[in-house]
């Protein structure tokens, strides 16, 4: 081996490395974009625009600025607002039917929308039975064209969601996805073929419409030129949108996102901000913080086919030792609200304050002796009781049932720390506090997959700490947690709770059509779901968002934080 | 030598076979499918049934096996389920920058430790020597992840030299004026934190080697005799010692691979660099078995094919191996 | 192939295994680097030891789910908290002990585990030689090259059982194969010697020969190759907490830092990102430094692959 030809590449190299680093450190002045343009920071690009595939959060966003559905929630949360509608559906109560006129509206490529393309969406989603909106679609016999702009949907039988969330179904345009959906049908798996589609340029008729998107560094959206409700006024909002498009830039992790925002290199950080930024950020008068509510609940289940978790008392004594207050000021640092029933208190319309509290407000040694009361009084029997001769707090021992045989050591089961931190924190922390009373409890987190696998459809596990991030406004998940016929696999009645009372609530609920009446129903539903209590509801977190103070103003704050569709159509550039 | 190579070949064809297998018999005992991760209410059991039959899993297991092969065979490597798109396209999207942040630091490090290995040889027991040595040894034994946060936390955040994560600039990609150049130069300057991170914890090592084997070769009878002919020490280090040196050199360069595609995944993960060891992390936390396979099955195909190479090379550079 | 410091003269191979050892011992004291290595690890062994301390003095300063009650987010340094505290009020420096506590246990015993598993391995390819000794060794090649922290993370992610002790198990599992590789060399070398004959001549069973008379002689050189697997075991568990996918009721130093990391703390609270990571990375160096140590003392050829992983 000749050294002197070594030495030379060697040299080249290095001198090409230590060029590239100048050039790389003089690099550093970033140039803008066109004012107008909002720079949001998002943690993740979305998986795919392909809207039947896009379920999750990242892709959600972008698809639902394109994508848009007849009716949508106004900003304030449940009433319904016509948006591609023209006004409320026309009930016909004798044919179970409802008509919707549409409003004159155009697609991103300059077409009409029609009631074609609402009958053609409806069909794609029954024909291909569509993950995630097929069970909204399976009780509409028929859904007709009357004219250009008019819908008819027949229904077989009364169905509360198909005001909340079958009108709510986005829109796609039948020219489109006509083609995709043929293909598709010829296929020896359609609905694989349908998902896989890639969808390069989605027409929708939304506010902002897909110009560009580099894998895993930015999606750039424009503002539809065609979007039909630019100068219009809606819910009380004057449309635009004023901002000639949007960027959306992936930042991987939040430090990067945070600093980003208080740099201004980003005008809006479309994510909750983590606690530890959160003093730094109101210390900056630059950055104006949001805090909102938040559809979602967390919570702490239990098995209720096997002993001791089929015993109310037991679940009512472990909820009272559950302290929601530690979880959110601690784990979640404050960013949290405390949750006492499965449906969050800022879902207004539908959420029943007046429900059994367990453990509400006591401190510890309050905690230990309510619990201990109750399981007393059920009969459990201690070695070492936690509370001893003269009343005090002490380490509870050798618990044992009503029946006198021990209580075994049970799990916890919680996602890894990589998944949701915070749930496998609070796993922790109730672990030790059974613990403290003598209950054998073990927290113990799982991959994500493994474990819901084994609590929803295996059902072999003690206790779990779970939670819907994003529940919908419409509180039919409670008939899906807690009715007995969603208890078997895959269902989502994990707990295995059985009630015929409930169950007859819950089909009432259902089949309500009034929202009063069913108000009524869901409210009673809670308070029994709350006194039996098959889940322990612990937190709801707080939604807090940092926006640059100079240079978009007019942000519009609903339950999920200020990055909705409103803002997006109203927010203008502070001059 | 050809019979060598065709036999190892043969055997990393084998290998690569097995650990196919392997995966596949893995992902299939694991608990969870991709559709246990979608927790939503509004999926019914029905639905979610109908999706796992879409998606092939409810196949006979032997049919799935022989599609799996297939789609290998192939090249296709199936579908990712989170994209739901080609892993093949996926894994070409993100390989090209792995390889170039990889390459670039392994051959800096590389030529960097080689160089300094000779000096600290050279200067065996000198102030040069110890400094290099304990620098390398120190250097080489940082934790990586926390490395890179702290390069960030001074490089990125205090002094503000450099971007905090990601490879490109948007604002430039989106700027029609900016050519190439432009972009390279954005590039290169994304790449400077993880580059330094890589180099930093990989020089060390290529120091020691070098430093040691030097050491040994300076032992030898020529070294002696280009003394004797009187020539300077400059060309005894540069052109008879080292050459003879370089040799352990690269096969730590090989065995030392796996070690550095761990490390690459971190410094993937906490620069957000788009690449495949970050790719995979993700992968596996999503429960995308295709891209999760086919990512792994990439990374244990390229270590194997280096080690051959490292295996042939090394029989190349020394005369005195022969197959 | 590395003598960092003063190399030693070889002794004989013939004598009694424990004075061998002795011997050892004296040349290993006298490198410097051996010196370092064993100080920086008995201040890592007070650490573990005095871990036990803080939660008895005060429930508070519990590593994992002691409180302070009077915090309730990340504090600077105080003389109530020596290295502040951390996101929920937790005692940082009590955290610190706790965590070589488990840097100790996880390194030593997936060392341990690995180390006998190669040991075991080696010798009986070494000694059995043919069919055995390739399927042993291909498979050790395939293992040893491949990236353990992803093969792991796989696996931990595929099953789902995050405990510290299945992580250790599989630390061992994956970590294996370079001692067996060395010790496989020496039992070959050994095994031309009169002795092992003489054994075989007098009836001895296989079994009795690997573990009489050939164990004693590769038990330094498997001793030398723990110390390298600790710094690996140690580094991949830390690696693996700091992605999440470490045990989250164990406090480790991975942990920590993915706590700092993952709630916000990296560029505000430097009291808590510095300890955690300079840990790791002296114990691994600690560690690494008794490695060369020790290999000085024993002979250098027989090391092909020494390099950390």
Same mark, same amino acid.
């Given at each position: 081996?000749?050294?002197?030809?070594?030495?030379?590449?060697?040299?080249?190299?290095?001198?090409?490395?230590?060029?590239?680093?100048?050039?790389?450190?003089?690099?550093?002045?970033?140039?803008?974009?066109?004012?107008?343009?909002?720079?949001?920071?998002?943690?993740?690009?979305?998986?795919?625009?392909?809207?039947?595939?896009?379920?999750?959060?990242?892709?959600?966003?972008?698809?639902?600025?394109?994508?848009?559905?007849?009716?949508?929630?106004? *900003?304030?949360?449940?009433?319904?607002?016509?948006?591609?509608?023209?006004?409320?559906?026309?009930?016909?109560?004798?044919?179970?039917?409802? #008509?919707?006129?549409?409003?004159?509206?155009?697609?991103?490529?300059?077409?009409?929308?029609?009631?074609?393309?609402?009958?053609?969406?409806?069909?794609?989603?029954?024909?291909?039975?569509?993950?995630?909106?097929?069970?909204?679609?399976?009780?509409?016999?028929?859904?007709?064209?009357?004219?250009?702009?008019?819908?008819?949907?027949?229904?077989?039988?009364?169905?509360?969601?198909?005001?909340?969330?079958?009108?709510? #179904?986005?829109?796609?345009?039948?020219?489109?996805?006509?083609?995709?959906?043929?293909?598709?049908?010829?296929?020896?798996?359609?609905?694989?073929?349908?998902?896989?589609?890639?969808?390069?340029?989605?027409?929708?008729?939304?506010?902002?419409?897909?110009?560009?998107?580099?894998?895993?560094?930015?999606?750039?959206?424009?503002?539809?030129?065609?979007?039909?409700?630019?100068?219009?006024?809606?819910?009380?909002?004057?449309?635009?949108?004023?901002?000639?498009?949007?960027?959306?830039?992936?930042?991987?992790?939040?430090?990067?996102?945070?600093?980003?925002?208080?740099?201004?290199?980003?005008?809006?950080?479309?994510?909750?901000?983590?606690?530890?930024?959160?003093?730094?950020?109101?210390?900056?008068?630059?950055?104006?913080?949001?805090?909102?509510?938040?559809?979602?609940?967390?919570?702490?289940?239990?098995?209720?086919?096997?002993?001791?978790?089929?015993?109310?008392?037991?679940?009512?004594?472990?909820?009272?030792?559950?302290?929601?207050?530690?979880?959110?000021?601690?784990?979640?640092?404050?960013?949290?609200?405390?949750?006492?029933?499965?449906?969050?208190?800022?879902?207004?319309?539908?959420?029943?304050?007046?429900?059994?509290?367990?453990?509400?407000?006591?401190?510890?040694?309050?905690?230990?002796?309510?619990?201990?009361?109750?399981?007393?009084?059920?009969?459990?029997?201690?070695?070492?009781?936690?509370?001893?001769?003269?009343?005090?707090?002490?380490?509870?021992?050798?618990?044992?049932? *009503?029946?006198?045989?021990?209580?075994?050591?049970? #799990?916890?089961?919680?996602?890894?720390?990589?998944?949701?931190?915070?749930?496998?924190?609070?796993?922790?922390?109730?672990?030790?506090?059974?613990?403290?009373?003598?209950?054998?409890?073990?927290?113990?987190?799982?991959?994500?997959?493994?474990?819901?696998?084994?609590?929803?459809?295996?059902?072999?596990?003690?206790?779990?700490?779970?939670?819907?991030?994003?529940?919908?406004?419409?509180?039919?998940?409670?008939?899906?947690?807690?009715?007995?016929?969603?208890?078997?696999?895959?269902?989502?009645?994990?707990?295995?709770?059985?009630?015929?009372?409930?169950?007859?609530?819950?089909?009432?609920?259902?089949?309500?059509?009034?929202?009063?009446?069913?108000?009524?129903?869901?409210?009673?539903?809670?308070?029994?779901?709350?006194?039996?209590?098959?889940?322990?509801?612990?937190?709801?977190?707080?939604?807090?968002?940092?926006?640059?103070?100079?240079?978009?103003?007019?942000?519009?704050?609903?339950?999920?934080?200020?990055?909705?569709?409103?803002?997006?159509?109203?927010?203008?550039?502070?001059? | 030598?050809?019979?060598?190579?065709?036999?190892?070949?043969?055997?990393?064809?084998?290998?690569?076979?097995?650990?196919?297998?392997?995966?596949?018999?893995?992902?299939?005992?694991?608990?969870?499918?991709?559709?246990?991760?979608?927790?939503?209410?509004?999926?019914?059991?029905?639905?979610?049934?109908?999706?796992?039959?879409?998606?092939?899993?409810?196949?006979?297991?032997?049919?799935?096996?022989?599609?799996?092969?297939?789609?290998?065979?192939?090249?296709?490597?199936?579908?990712?389920?989170?994209?739901?798109?080609?892993?093949?396209?996926?894994?070409?999207?993100?390989?090209?920058?792995?390889?170039?942040?990889?390459?670039?630091?392994?051959?800096?490090?590389?030529?960097?430790?080689?160089?300094?290995?000779?000096?600290?040889?050279?200067?065996?027991?000198?102030?040069?020597?110890?400094?290099?040595?304990?620098?390398?040894?120190?250097?080489?034994?940082?934790?990586?992840?926390?490395?890179?946060?702290?390069?960030?936390?001074?490089?990125?955040?205090?002094?503000?030299?450099?971007?905090?994560?990601?490879?490109?600039?948007?604002?430039?990609?989106?700027?029609?004026?900016?050519?190439?150049?432009?972009?390279?130069?954005?590039?290169?300057?994304?790449?400077?934190?993880?580059?330094?991170?890589?180099?930093?914890?990989?020089?060390?090592?290529?120091?020691?080697?070098?430093?040691?084997?030097?050491?040994?070769?300076?032992?030898?009878?020529?070294?002696?005799?280009?003394?004797?002919?009187?020539?300077?020490?400059?060309?005894?280090?540069?052109?008879?010692?080292?050459?003879?040196?370089?040799?352990?050199?690269?096969?730590?360069?090989?065995?030392?691979?796996?070690?550095?595609?761990?490390?690459?995944?971190?410094?993937?993960?906490?620069?957000?660099?788009?690449?495949?060891?970050?790719?995979?992390?993700?992968?596996?936390?999503?429960?995308?078995?295709?891209?999760?396979?086919?990512?792994?099955?990439?990374?244990?195909?390229?270590?194997?094919?280096?080690?051959?190479?490292?295996?042939?090379?090394?029989?190349?550079?020394?005369?005195?191996?022969?197959? | 192939?590395?003598?960092?410091?003063?190399?030693?003269?070889?002794?004989?191979?013939?004598?009694?295994?424990?004075?061998?050892?002795?011997?050892?011992?004296?040349?290993?004291?006298?490198?410097?680097?051996?010196?370092?290595?064993?100080?920086?690890?008995?201040?890592?062994?007070?650490?573990?030891?005095?871990?036990?301390?803080?939660?008895?003095?005060?429930?508070?300063?519990?590593?994992?789910?002691?409180?302070?009650?009077?915090?309730?987010?990340?504090?600077?340094?105080?003389?109530?908290?020596?290295?502040?505290?951390?996101?929920?009020?937790?005692?940082?420096?009590?955290?610190?002990?706790?965590?070589?506590?488990?840097?100790?246990?996880?390194?030593?015993?997936?060392?341990?585990?690995?180390?006998?598993?190669?040991?075991?391995?080696?010798?009986?390819?070494?000694?059995?030689?043919?069919?055995?000794?390739?399927?042993?060794?291909?498979?050790?090649?395939?293992?040893?090259?491949?990236?353990?922290?992803?093969?792991?993370?796989?696996?931990?992610?595929?099953?789902?059982?995050?405990?510290?002790?299945?992580?250790?198990?599989?630390?061992?599992?994956?970590?294996?194969?370079?001692?067996?590789?060395?010790?496989?060399?020496?039992?070959?070398?050994?095994?031309?010697?009169?002795?092992?004959?003489?054994?075989?001549?007098?009836?001895?069973?296989?079994?009795?020969?690997?573990?009489?008379?050939?164990?004693?002689?590769?038990?330094?050189?498997?001793?030398?190759?723990?110390?390298?697997?600790?710094?690996?075991?140690?580094?991949?568990?830390?690696?693996?907490?700091?992605?999440?996918?470490?045990?989250?009721?164990?406090?480790?130093?991975?942990?920590?830092?993915?706590?700092?990391?993952?709630?916000?703390?990296?560029?505000?609270?430097?009291?808590?990102?510095?300890?955690?990571?300079?840990?790791?990375?002296?114990?691994?160096?600690?560690?690494?430094?008794?490695?060369?140590?020790?290999?000085?003392?024993?002979?250098?050829?027989?090391?092909?692959?020494?390099?950390?992983?």
């Amino acid at each position: 081996m000749a050294a002197g030809v070594g030495e030379k590449i060697r040299r080249a190299l290095l001198g090409a490395a230590a060029a590239l680093l100048c050039l790389g450190l003089a690099a550093g002045a970033a140039r803008a974009l066109s004012d107008d343009i909002i720079r949001v920071g998002v943690l993740e690009e979305p998986k795919s625009l392909n809207l039947w595939l896009a379920n999750d959060t990242w892709s959600q966003r972008v698809v639902d600025l394109i994508y848009e559905p007849l009716y949508v929630h106004g *900003p304030k949360g449940q009433e319904l607002v016509p948006w591609l509608a023209a006004g409320p559906p026309q009930f016909d109560a004798a044919q179970l039917a409802y #008509t919707v006129k549409l409003r004159p509206a155009k697609w991103s490529d300059g077409s009409d929308l029609t009631a074609q393309d609402v009958v053609f969406t409806g069909k794609l989603i029954q024909d291909f039975q569509m993950p995630l909106h097929s069970s909204k679609w399976k009780f509409i016999k028929k859904v007709e064209a009357l004219d250009k702009h008019t819908v008819r949907y027949w229904l077989q039988k009364p169905k509360a969601i198909f005001l909340s969330r079958t009108l709510l #179904t986005p829109i796609v345009q039948k020219k489109q996805w006509e083609p995709i959906a043929k293909s598709a049908q010829g296929a020896q798996k359609p609905l694989q073929v349908l998902l896989r589609h890639k969808m390069d340029k989605p027409v929708g008729t939304g506010p902002f419409m897909l110009a560009s998107w580099k894998r895993g560094v930015f999606v750039y959206l424009l503002r539809n030129p065609h979007f039909f409700g630019r100068n219009q006024t809606i819910a009380g909002y004057p449309l635009g949108p004023y901002i000639k498009g949007m960027i959306l830039k992936v930042f991987g992790t939040a430090d990067a996102a945070v600093l980003a925002l208080r740099k201004g290199e980003i005008d809006y950080y479309w994510n909750s901000i983590q606690p530890g930024y959160i003093q730094q950020i109101k210390d900056d008068p630059e950055v104006k913080l949001f805090v909102n509510k938040k559809s979602a609940v967390y919570f702490l289940g239990f098995n209720l086919r096997k002993a001791p978790f089929n015993d109310v008392n037991f679940r009512r004594a472990v909820a009272t030792l559950v302290s929601k207050e530690f979880i959110i000021q601690r784990i979640l640092q404050g960013e949290a609200e405390v949750m006492h029933s499965l449906v969050p208190p800022g879902n207004e319309f539908y959420y029943n304050p007046q429900v059994p509290r367990y453990g509400d407000g006591l401190d510890w040694n309050q905690r230990v002796q309510t619990a201990y009361q109750i399981l007393k009084k059920a009969g459990y029997t201690w070695q070492v009781p936690p509370v001893n001769a003269s009343g005090e707090v002490v380490k509870g021992q050798g618990i044992r049932l *009503p029946g006198g045989q021990p209580l075994a050591e049970f #799990t916890i089961l919680t996602p890894p720390a990589d998944y949701d931190p915070h749930r496998a924190m609070s796993g922790q922390m109730i672990q030790e506090w059974l613990r403290a009373v003598g209950i054998p409890a073990l927290s113990r987190p799982m991959s994500f997959g493994a474990m819901v696998q084994r609590i929803k459809d295996q059902r072999d596990f003690d206790c779990f700490v779970l939670g819907y991030a994003k529940l919908s406004l419409d509180p039919g998940y409670l008939r899906a947690f807690f009715h007995s016929a969603m208890d078997r696999p895959r269902g989502y009645n994990m707990s295995g709770y059985r009630n015929p009372d409930f169950d007859r609530l819950a089909d009432e609920s259902e089949n309500a059509m009034d929202p009063a009446v069913r108000r009524q129903l869901i409210h009673k539903m809670q308070a029994m779901i709350m006194q039996d209590l098959p889940y322990v509801p612990l937190y709801n977190p707080l939604v807090v968002e940092g926006v640059r103070k100079n240079r978009f103003s007019g942000w519009v704050p609903s339950l999920g934080g200020i990055g909705n569709e409103w803002s997006f159509c109203v927010i203008k550039l502070v001059k | 030598m050809r019979k060598f190579i065709l036999k190892r070949l043969l055997q990393v064809v084998v290998i690569l076979f097995l650990i196919l297998t392997i995966l596949f018999v893995l992902f299939r005992l694991a608990p969870g499918d991709p559709v246990s991760r979608l927790v939503d209410p509004n999926l019914t059991p029905e639905e979610a049934d109908h999706l796992i039959e879409q998606m092939g899993l409810k196949e006979p297991i032997w049919t799935q096996y022989l599609m799996y092969l297939k789609n290998f065979a192939s090249g296709e490597f199936g579908y990712s389920f989170h994209y739901g798109e080609p892993v093949a396209k996926v894994i070409w999207e993100r390989l090209p920058n792995t390889v170039m942040l990889f390459t670039t630091a392994v051959i800096l490090a590389a030529l960097v430790g080689i160089s300094w290995g000779k000096i600290a040889a050279w200067k065996k027991g000198r102030f040069q020597d110890i400094l290099l040595t304990i620098a390398s040894l120190v250097t080489h034994t940082l934790f990586l992840p926390w490395l890179a946060l702290l390069l960030v936390w001074v490089f990125a955040y205090h002094m503000e030299w450099f971007p905090i994560t990601g490879m490109i600039s948007d604002e430039i990609w989106l700027d029609p004026s900016s050519g190439f150049f432009g972009k390279l130069v954005d590039v290169a300057h994304h790449m400077v934190l993880p580059l330094a991170t890589l180099f930093l914890i990989h020089f060390g090592s290529y120091l020691l080697v070098m430093r040691s084997s030097m050491l040994e070769t300076l032992k030898e009878d020529y070294i002696l005799l280009a003394r004797a002919k009187g020539l300077s020490e400059r060309a005894i280090r540069n052109q008879h010692a080292a050459p003879n040196a370089w040799l352990p050199v690269v096969t730590s360069v090989g065995l030392s691979l796996a070690f550095s595609i761990n490390g690459g995944a971190l410094t993937e993960t906490v620069f957000s660099w788009p690449g495949i060891g970050r790719e995979m992390v993700f992968a596996v936390s999503n429960n995308d078995y295709p891209l999760a396979q086919a990512s792994f099955l990439l990374i244990a195909a390229v270590v194997l094919m280096a080690n051959l190479v490292v295996d042939v090379l090394y029989a190349y550079l020394d005369p005195r191996i022969r197959y | 192939m590395s003598k960092l410091l003063k190399a030693s003269p070889r002794l004989a191979r013939r004598h009694p295994w424990q004075e061998r050892l002795a011997e050892d011992w004296r040349v290993f004291r006298s490198s410097l680097l051996g010196k370092i290595g064993m100080a920086l690890l008995l201040l890592f062994g007070l650490m573990a030891a005095g871990s036990y301390i803080p939660p008895l003095l005060d429930p508070m300063y519990h590593p994992m789910t002691g409180v302070d009650p009077l915090v309730l987010k990340s504090t600077p340094p105080s003389a109530r908290h020596w290295l502040g505290t951390d996101f929920m009020g937790r005692d940082i420096f009590s955290q610190l002990l706790a965590g070589a506590r488990v840097a100790f246990m996880v390194g030593v015993s997936a060392a341990f585990m690995a180390v006998v598993l190669g040991t075991a391995v080696g010798m009986t390819a070494g000694y059995m030689g043919r069919l055995t000794e390739t399927i042993l060794m291909r498979l050790a090649d395939m293992i040893m090259v491949m990236p353990t922290l992803l093969i792991i993370l796989l696996l931990a992610a595929l099953f789902g059982k995050l405990n510290i002790w299945t992580i250790v198990l599989m630390i061992a599992l994956f970590r294996w194969p370079g001692v067996s590789r060395v010790i496989r060399a020496q039992t070959l070398s050994l095994k031309q010697r009169p002795f092992i004959d003489a054994a075989r001549v007098a009836g001895a069973s296989h079994f009795r020969i690997i573990f009489r008379h050939i164990m004693p002689n590769v038990l330094p050189l498997a001793f030398l190759y723990m110390t390298f697997r600790v710094t690996a075991a140690i580094v991949i568990e830390a690696g693996l907490a700091f992605l999440g996918f470490g045990d989250p009721g164990t406090v480790s130093w991975g942990m920590m830092l993915q706590w700092v990391w993952k709630t916000g703390h990296m560029f505000t609270a430097p009291y808590w990102l510095l300890p955690p990571g300079i840990c790791i990375s002296l114990i691994t160096l600690s560690f690494y430094m008794l490695g060369r140590a020790m290999d000085e003392v024993l002979d250098p050829r027989l090391r092909e692959e020494g390099q950390r992983e």
